[in-house]
């Protein structure tokens, strides 16, 4: 069974698949705290998790941790809170994929100078021989990123 867990603004639909979170709960706790730090800020939206984060060693568990509150730090930075953003984590047994979604505040069209704070991620990221892309796409700002771990330390 994989295991997933949705944090959201509707508390129908906050919920955990499977409640043993094991070793990677300073991970999902990260996760829940910046999804919650958002919506204090007005923003709407979710962080979704699936697949078995709890499966990564501490250092991958550290990267993804600071890459993820980089994200999260750029949605409340640019993003419109009116609009929804979403960030899915999804691990698999030799990576993590990282997709965002989210749209820019109104007045601030171009996505020019927004990738100088991810520049040390897409630099490991790549180092790693994993994917990177961060493009505009219908309006919309949309970073992808497939991390390499390493589940034998």
Request: hydrophobic fraction near 40%; glycine fraction near 10%; proline fraction near 3%.
């Amino acid at each position: 069974m994989t295991e997933w867990c949705v944090w959201s603004q509707n508390p129908l639909i906050q919920k955990t698949a499977r409640g043993d979170w094991g070793r990677d709960i300073g991970l999902a706790i990260r996760l829940a705290s910046g999804g919650a730090r958002l919506r204090r800020m007005g923003c709407v939206g979710d962080v979704i998790v699936a697949g078995g984060i709890d499966a990564l060693n501490n250092s991958d568990t550290v990267f993804v941790a600071d890459f993820l509150r980089e994200l999260l730090g750029n949605i409340a930075r640019y993003a419109d809170p009116t609009q929804r953003y979403e960030v899915l984590v999804s691990a698999a047994q030799d990576h993590v994929t990282i997709d965002v979604t989210d749209r820019p505040r109104q007045g601030d069209t171009t996505f020019e100078g927004r990738h100088s704070g991810l520049a040390y991620y897409r630099e490991r990221v790549l180092h790693a021989h994993g994917d990177w892309d961060v493009r505009e796409k219908c309006g919309q700002w949309v970073p992808h990123a497939s991390v390499p771990v390493d589940n034998a330390g």
